[in-house]
């Protein structure tokens, strides 16, 4: 039986986009849908998690580097 893909956000590091995440996206490919947060428009890490949350598909798997992780973290919470 094979899983039905989830979505998942993957969130970047500071000055970085969706290149960082290309290996993974192709990898992941069979696994999860992943959609690129954008971090670049706020700048508080609340508001950064407000949009991503806003876009996302609920439910969903995220992870995130350096600031990305901060932003997932402050989805959770």
Not at 8 to 14: D, K, Q, R
Not at 29 to 34: G, I, M, Q, R, V
Not at 38 to 57: G, Q
Request: hydrophobic share 50%; charged share 15%.
């Amino acid at each position: 039986m094979t899983a039905k893909p989830f979505p998942l956000g993957l969130l970047p590091a500071m000055g970085c986009d969706g290149q960082l995440w290309a290996r993974q996206v192709t990898d992941l490919a069979d696994l999860a849908h992943p959609k690129l947060g954008d971090l670049t428009v706020h700048d508080t890490l609340e508001a950064m998690a407000a949009r991503v949350l806003a876009n996302a598909p609920p439910p969903m798997a995220v992870a995130g580097v350096s600031p990305g992780g901060y932003v997932a973290l402050e989805m959770i919470r």
